[in-house]
């Protein structure tokens, strides 16, 4: 399974790949944490969906690492559709029976594959941490907002929780995409239909209908990565959007294993 | 067949819906030879190869690859190359990087990379991206890749598409050459006359049915040679036939000549015959039929 970790390194390295996701990645953190710093004072809201987080709460230890926290949901559309891609490719492209030549246990192509993904993605999000808590320390200077809590320990604990809760969150939707590339065998099908599911329909849906975000694998995420909710504790949105993910892992390496290789 | 095998196949068969891409697939082809894999576009080769590589399950039906059952891919696919229905290649990454990732994958070395290129003529394009490569130099490319395990068996599947003349010739001495060193090579084409002068066996397919399989020279044995026979006169076209005939011989009138059945032997007879009939002949040419011919004439296309 190394082997297939090492082979899938090499296309997850090209620079039309990686250096385009960076530059998603930074652009995604670097709104994020601008508009969270900058209109700190607008009437009109400077966190996600229009909430207003103020200066009292960027000042909290958990101050440094809010904007990246805030980023999960971004940030998992970008995983989506890196995993979507990189595992529908190989059927588009034709390079699936090439790899299946190589090596024919099926099972460790997509565990391999996985694992690759996953190590890419813990570079995406370190990334996006990184540049979050600079910027956050830069913008706090420039609309004068204390910073003296954000080196305690509480703070590094603060910003070490939020990094793995991202880094779960941000997985978790690149896992959803490599069921929906595996599904559907198309980068572009498999894409546009994970990115509509989750910033649309289950966006939608869980404006209009009470409670249904409880059941979005999407929606669950997105309070995994801030640690929870004042409705779904982190808990419960850790395993459910995980066994959701699981389920349809289960169906997808069903398929992969049991169908032919016919293009 | 005495020798050991490198593949055998028996009653292999593969149903997609109510059509039969392969029925009843039986033959063996030994170590060490060259066997051609021929048919027309359609008559089930890569579906062949695909059951003989792990890629499809059949629907019914076994075989064999070095010895070990094609349900069990993982024990003879590390010493298998295989080039199947062209090459696939990822776009955005070079030559070199798409062999890379072949070669981690399959646990191979590396450092054979460059050498392989060189061997496939690819040697100063490694670091080109594969979407810029022309059809030939992509060919070239799947070979290189098929050769990465050091193979006892080599399957390509259509390999010469879209090579030039001369690199046509370089697949054909390449594929000599390692026969020669005792790696079987299962080249299929739709072309007979591509790969009849190199292959040692054949199979042939038409309609998903073999209709052929064994030694090519077997095959060469099927030949009927042809005089061709033109009079100088388009008049006498008949006339020289009946000749022809007379003398115990099929004879029919093709493309302004008379085509005779029979060895360059009857070629003197035939124009003395003529001479004395009154009909001057304007060309007599003992033809031997190709390959391709006698299967045509085989499967009655």
Known sequence: MLNVVRAELVKLRRPSLSLSTFAAVIFVTSLVTSLLFLLVDSPEGNGERGIKIGRDVLSLPSGASLSFSNSAGLLGIVALCIFAAQTAQEYTYGTLRNLLVRQPARMKILIGKLAAMKLFAIAMVTLSAGLAIALSYLLAGVKDISTTAWSTPDARDAALRGFINVLIATIGYGIFGMILGLLFRSPISAISIGVIWNLIIEGLLSAFVKNIDRYFPGQLLSVVA?????????????????????????????????????N | MSSPLALDVADLSKKYGDRMALSHANFEVPMGSICGFVGPNGSGKTTTIRMLLGLISPTTGSGHVLGESITEPGKYLPFVGAMIEGPAFYPALTGTQNLTVLAKLGGFATDSIQGLLDL???GDRGNSKFKTYSLGMKQRLGIAAALLPNPKLLVLDEPTNGLDPAGIHEVRTLLRKLADSGTTVFVSSHLLSEIEMISDYLVMLRLGKVIFSGKTSELLAKQQPVIVAKPEKSLDLEKLAQLAKAAGHDAIIKDGAVHVTGTSDFSAELNRASFTAGIVLASLTPVRPSLEETFFEMTGE
């Open chain 2, 120 to 122: 496939v003529g690819l």
């Open chain 1, 226 to 262: 801030q640690g929870g909710s004042e409705k779904i504790s982190y808990q419960y949105a850790l395993f459910t959007s995980y066994a959701f993910l699981l389920v349809g892992l289960i169906v997808v390496a069903f398929l992969f294993k049991r169908r032919d290789v016919a």
